[in-house]
């Protein structure tokens, strides 16, 4: 009788144990952001958590803020978060960062058809570039402009975009202008390299060009439409709500030229 009592206090002392370490660990995660959350649930690949107004209400900065330091703190690379209707789910992107991947509502009556449009959207995600160049001295002027809209291909890696470019050069002699149309293609290297997110990238693009060439002096102008291509590599530097890119180009019409621009990516939050 007395060794089964002292079994019971041992199984007791072992259960409130495990129970009080159970408790610990989840108010590890709750008790920063209690005002946010009620409870949560982890998983091997994910955390779940379902959340209070003061979530609800929270700015778009906010959530991701709090979302990043619970993946960091519970080392986990997805997040679940349920309240009412709604649904988010958070997750790494390509350099690492915290971002809202989808938000769907569950009592949405084209629910299937948002969820659907919405995976295509982080799988796919579209954005625009502008970028130029000026050179000028007293014998020479050029100067440069490129559009690039796009979508992904492989998300943050590899990209595909509809090209248009203007390029004019004046010199003593000859005025050219070239105005390219075509489609253009990035693969980018993404990295983190002393805190900044920064991606090499290689690429090319092949179109047609229209070159008007006039020649001071003569009342004759010479024009044509013939096949573009070009070769191009860089650096993209991941600011704000897009990335800064510099780089080189070589192209059959445009020869070297030194490129910089900016991309911006509407989905990005």
């Given at each position: 009788m007395?060794m089964?009592k002292i079994?019971i206090?041992?199984?007791?002392?072992?259960?409130?144990?495990?129970c009080t370490?159970?408790q610990?660990g989840?108010n590890?995660?709750?008790i920063?952001?209690n005002?946010?959350?009620?409870?949560d649930?982890?998983?091997e690949?994910s955390v779940?958590l379902?959340a209070?107004q003061?979530?609800?209400?929270a700015?778009m900065?906010?959530?991701?803020?709090i979302i990043?330091?619970v993946l960091?703190s519970r080392?986990?690379?997805?997040?679940?978060?349920?309240?009412?209707?709604?649904?988010?789910?958070?997750g790494k992107?390509?350099?690492g960062?915290?971002?809202?991947l989808?938000?769907?509502?569950m009592n949405?009556s084209?629910l299937?058809?948002v969820?659907?449009?919405?995976?295509?959207l982080i799988?796919?995600?579209?954005?625009f570039y502008f970028?130029?160049?000026g050179?000028y001295n007293?014998?020479y002027?050029?100067?440069?402009f490129?559009v690039?809209?796009?979508?992904?291909?492989l998300?943050?890696?590899?990209?595909?975009?509809?090209?248009?470019?203007?390029?004019?050069s004046d010199?003593?002699?000859n005025t050219t202008t070239?105005?390219?149309i075509?489609?253009?293609?990035?693969?980018?290297?993404p990295?983190t390299?002393?805190?900044?997110r920064?991606?090499?990238?290689?690429?090319?693009?092949i179109?047609y060009?229209?070159?008007?060439?006039?020649v001071?002096?003569?009342d004759?102008?010479?024009?044509?439409?013939?096949?573009?291509y070009s070769a191009?590599?860089?650096?993209?530097?991941?600011?704000?709500?897009?990335?800064?890119?510099v780089?080189?180009q070589?192209?059959?019409?445009?020869?070297?030229?030194?490129t910089a621009?900016?991309t911006?990516?509407p989905?990005?939050?």
């Amino acid at each position: 009788m007395k060794m089964k009592k002292i079994y019971i206090i041992i199984f007791a002392l072992v259960a409130g144990h495990y129970c009080t370490a159970q408790q610990s660990g989840q108010n590890e995660l709750i008790i920063p952001f209690n005002s946010y959350f009620e409870s949560d649930s982890v998983t091997e690949t994910s955390v779940n958590l379902n959340a209070k107004q003061g979530y609800i209400d929270a700015s778009m900065q906010t959530k991701q803020f709090i979302i990043d330091n619970v993946l960091s703190s519970r080392n986990r690379k997805v997040a679940f978060i349920s309240y009412g209707d709604m649904r988010e789910i958070w997750g790494k992107d390509a350099y690492g960062s915290t971002v809202l991947l989808d938000s769907i509502n569950m009592n949405g009556s084209d629910l299937g058809k948002v969820r659907e449009n919405s995976q295509k959207l982080i799988r796919h995600p579209w954005f625009f570039y502008f970028g130029g160049q000026g050179m000028y001295n007293s014998d020479y002027l050029s100067l440069s402009f490129n559009v690039r809209t796009g979508f992904f291909l492989l998300l943050n890696k590899w990209d595909l975009a509809l090209s248009q470019g203007l390029n004019i050069s004046d010199t003593e002699n000859n005025t050219t202008t070239n105005i390219s149309i075509g489609l253009s293609s990035k693969y980018y290297f993404p990295m983190t390299f002393k805190g900044q997110r920064i991606s090499p990238y290689f690429g090319g693009s092949i179109g047609y060009a229209y070159v008007n060439s006039s020649v001071s002096g003569s009342d004759t102008d010479t024009e044509e439409w013939q096949p573009d291509y070009s070769a191009m590599a860089g650096v993209s530097w991941a600011l704000g709500p897009g990335s800064l890119d510099v780089g080189v180009q070589y192209g059959k019409t445009s020869k070297l030229t030194i490129t910089a621009g900016y991309t911006f990516f509407p989905w990005r939050r």
